[in-house]
Nanobody, 129 residues
Framework: QVQLVESGGGSVQSGGSLRLSCAASGYSDSRYCMGWFRQAPGKQREGVATIDSNGSTRYADSVKGRFIISRDNAKNALYLQMNSLKPEDTAIYYC???????????????????????WGKGTLVIISS
């Protein structure tokens, strides 16, 4: 099973930027669908962005144009550049890996949640107004 460790969370003011990183280990197949997900207090976990092994990306409408997901297969790393942050972006952000690459294609990142079999412990992002 893949082990995932997120980092880069913190507290910034509205309009600021943060870059999240996820270090992955235990890979047996680089074709994993990888993604970032978040869970705000009192809300369900939601998909933020996904990326397949070829670099094709999907974004939730709420972050499109502000967030950029990327991955470095050689380093087994996943990143999320978050710009123009808003208070509603406040949440715990999780890195997830789905062994079935089809979860990265079609539909919104929320769909990928059903294929994730490895989760990190999360990193807290707080955006103040």
């Amino acid at each position: 099973q893949v082990q995932l460790v997120e980092s880069g969370g913190g507290s910034v003011q509205s309009g600021g930027s943060l870059r999240l990183s996820c270090a992955a280990s235990g890979y047996s197949d680089s074709r994993y669908c990888m993604g970032w997900f978040r869970q705000a207090p009192g809300k369900q976990r939601e998909g933020v962005a996904t990326i397949d092994s070829n670099g094709s990306t999907r974004y939730a409408d709420s972050v499109k144009g502000r967030f950029i997901i990327s991955r470095d297969n050689a380093k087994n790393a996943l990143y999320l550049q978050m710009n123009s942050l808003k208070p509603e972006d406040t949440a715990i952000y999780y890195c997830g890996a789905a062994p079935d690459p089809s979860y990265c294609s079609g539909g919104y990142p929320n769909r990928a949640i059903y294929g994730i079999d490895s989760w990190g412990k999360g990193t807290l992002v707080i955006i103040s107004s």
